[in-house]
């Protein structure tokens, strides 16, 4: 159950770094929500290895090469998911801004998430 707990803080922290690399692309670049959401993604991406690898799962018995190309496989197929709902909830609501988007895609992607890294890079 720690590990879940774990799990779910690096997730918030991940969270947080989206939404702020979200936000200041949406205010200080002419990205539109669509397209800012694919760079705040892999910057969040980048974030969540670093917290999962080091203090959620703990690093695997791969090289940090194949651990990260693993962990980069998976969050690019949790992450399309997360996208597509994201993009699906703005179409369906185009009043909804768009960090309230990024909740609801954040928490639907979430469980995946775990199921891929802890059964497929970090072995638990």
């Known amino acids: 159950m720690g590990r879940l707990v774990r799990f779910i803080l690096a997730g918030g922290i991940g969270f947080a770094a989206d939404a702020t690399a979200l936000w200041l692309l949406l205010a200080t ?55 597509l709902v994201y993009c699906a909830v703005l179409l369906a609501l185009p009043a909804l801004p768009p960090l309230a988007a990024l909740a609801i895609a954040s928490i639907v992607a979430m469980s995946l998430s775990f199921l891929g890294y802890s059964r497929l890079v970090f072995d638990q």
Request: glycine share 10%; proline share 4%.
């Open 29 to 83: 670049s002419p990205l539109g929500a669509l397209s800012a959401r694919v760079l705040s993604i892999g910057f969040a991406l980048c974030v969540t290895w670093q917290i999962n690898r080091h203090l959620t799962f703990f690093p695997s018995s791969r090289s940090i090469a194949e651990e990260g190309a693993r962990y980069g496989g998976v969050g690019i197929a949790t992450s399309i998911v997360n996208y």
